[in-house]
Structures are given as structure tokens and as C-alpha cells.
């Protein structure tokens, strides 16, 4: 018989969110339908807005997968937490782009970030507000942690937009569709065409097979990639259950050590070439943050449009953090 004294008890997990808006929430709700952690403290400037949805989530609990214990607390509780996701900040305005948002939300994050790190926090970051490359890098800057554990959802969503839509095309579940969208999770990204495939035969190969599939479509299909948040916003004011649902895949993957590969806003330090700057690309996640980013054996158009991508990024960002 084992003596109760000599019974290790199982490590808690705990997930802070700061900023209980629309991708806030929509995150807290996807979380606790997963049942991806133990304990989730909710953080807002509006006190009231955060208790209310601590109480909303709570009476589900009875629904849930698995106990969650969920409360609004305020930045003394990052101090145990083993993430921190940030979805506070401005949002995109129709018309608007998510570099648009930089000087607003650098001068947001400041804030957080240092009322955070004051606690004692020493977990991992994830970043989902706009311009999301941007405010991963004012992070990891404000923060002073190591680069492999502040981490932006990048691509993430982009990359599910892109297997959904060439699932629908091809009439595949998109669950068996692989591809990649890399880059600035904005107006600058771009598919890797050349390392698309559907069951090991590249997207190339699909179009060659019947008369019915054509480039010009997917051509097409990609600035729907692209252009979907402003197409959404146009309709429904904001995007968040894809970006919710994307960020609940990261925690995961964090929390359950996977070793998963997504397409996350990472720091690259010599990588396709390029230095000092997060952007999307595709990397390993485990319970230690970014175990490694993958190098693609991009073409040369590709290679050429993720440089352009990069080189957007480090120009709206030199103003505020004196990028060379």
C-alpha cells in the first residue's frame, strides 16, 4: 500500500488571459470545452466584464469535459501561471490594416507586460493581438525571457484558412490537407505552393489531374487566405472563433509537451536569411515553448516574398524598437 505522504500530486496547470474581448472570450470558451487546463484566471480592465464571464464559463462547468477552475483575478496571479496569452489591445477598424495598429498597441503592451513580469512571472507568453509579428517582438523585448518562450499565433489561422479552403476545392477533409502560409500574418504573406500536398501528392499534381481544377483558382484562393479578417470584419466586426480556436491548439501543444509543428510568430536568428524579427513560419512547440523553427526549402519566388514580408515588418517596426 502506498502512504498518502509519499504520493507526488499532479502538477496544475494554470492559463492566464489577459483581455476578455471577442478573441478573449471566444478563447476561454473554447479552453474549457477541450478541457485543456486546470485553472484559468481572466484579466480585463473592465473588472466587470471579466467577472461576468468568469461566472458565464463557471455555470457550464457541468457540461465540461473535465473541472477547470475558473476566476477574474489581476496580474498577482500570472506569478504561477504557466502561460500568459494576451489578447488585449485596439482592434482592426474596417479599413484598417494590422500594421495600422502598432503605435496604439506597443504603448498597451508596455503596460502589460511589465505589471506581468512585476508579478514574477517566468512562463510562457503568447501573443494574439494585431499586428501580432510586431507586438511577439515588443514582448519578448519588454519581457526580457528568452526568445524560444514569447510566441505569436503567427500564420496559425492564415494556415487553417488556406487548408480549409483547398479541403473545399478539392473536396478533401481538411484535416488531410498540408500547406503552409508564412510571413507577416498580414498583407505581405504568401503560400509555399512547393510544399502543399494532398495525401503526398503536391497541390501541383492535383491540378494536372482533371480539366475541372485550375491555377487561376487557386490564385484566387490564396487572396481569400489573405483577405479573409477583412472580409469578415466587413460582415461581423471582428474575427475571433478561428484565431480562439488556433490559440486553444498552441496551449495545447504547450501544455501536453507535444512537439507539434505550427505555423507560429517565432524569432529567427539567421534563418531564411533573416535576423532579429518574429514572423510566421512553421516550428516545433513543446512544454518549453519553441523547441526549433523548420527551415522550408523555399523556391526562388517564395524565398523573394518572404524576404519582402520580412523586410515590411522590420520597417514599420524600426521606429518604434530602432531595427537595422
Not at 36 to 59: F, P, Q, R
Not at 158 to 171: I, M, V
Amino acid at each position: 500500500m502506498i502512504k498518502e505522504e509519499n504520493i507526488v500530486p499532479r502538477r496544475v496547470n494554470r492559463v492566464a488571459l489577459i483581455g476578455t474581448g471577442f478573441v478573449g472570450s471566444s478563447y476561454a470558451f473554447a479552453l474549457l470545452n477541450q478541457g485543456v487546463t486546470e485553472e484559468l484566471v481572466l484579466i480585463d480592465l473592465n473588472k466587470e466584464k471579466s467577472e461576468g464571464d468568469a461566472m458565464d464559463l463557471n455555470h457550464g462547468l457541468p457540461f465540461a469535459p473535465s473541472p477547470t477552475n475558473i476566476w477574474y483575478g489581476d496580474y498577482s496571479d500570472c506569478r504561477d501561471a504557466d502561460i500568459v496569452v494576451i489578447c488585449a489591445g485596439a482592434n482592426q477598424k474596417p479599413g484598417e490594416t494590422r500594421l495600422d495598429l502598432v503605435e496604439k498597441n506597443t504603448k498597451i503592451f508596455k503596460n502589460i507586460v511589465d505589471q506581468v513580469m512585476a508579478s514574477g512571472f517566468d512562463g510562457i507568453f503568447l501573443v494574439a493581438t494585431n499586428p501580432v509579428d510586431i507586438l511577439t517582438y515588443a514582448v519578448w523585448k519588454y519581457s526580457g525571457l528568452p526568445q524560444e518562450r514569447v510566441i505569436g499565433s503567427g500564420t496559425i489561422l492564415d494556415t487553417a484558412r488556406f487548408r480549409y479552403l483547398l479541403g473545399d476545392y478539392f473536396q478533401v477533409d481538411s484535416r488531410n490537407v498540408h500547406g503552409y502560409i508564412i510571413g507577416e500574418h498580414g498583407d505581405t504573406e504568401l503560400p509555399v505552393w512547393s510544399h502543399a500536398d494532398i495525401a503526398g501528392k503536391t497541390i501541383a499534381d492535383w491540378v494536372k489531374k482533371k480539366e475541372q481544377y485550375k491555377q487561376e483558382d487557386l490564385d484566387q484562393l490564396f487572396l481569400n487566405v489573405r483577405d479573409a479578417a477583412y472580409h469578415i470584419i466587413e460582415r461581423k466586426g471582428a474575427t475571433y472563433y478561428g484565431i480562439a480556436m488556433g490559440l486553444v491548439r498552441l496551449t495545447k501543444a504547450i501544455l501536453q509537451n507535444e512537439n507539434s509543428v505550427l505555423t507560429v510568430s517565432a524569432y529567427l536568428d539567421g534563418k531564411y536569411g533573416q535576423s532579429d524579427v518574429y514572423i510566421g513560419v512553421p516550428a516545433i512547440v513543446n512544454r518549453k515553448g519553441i523547441r526549433d523553427v523548420i527551415q522550408l526549402n523555399l523556391n526562388e519566388d517564395e524565398l523573394k516574398k518572404f524576404t519582402h514580408s520580412a523586410e515590411v515588418l522590420k520597417k514599420t517596426m524600426k521606429p518604434f524598437f530602432g531595427n537595422d
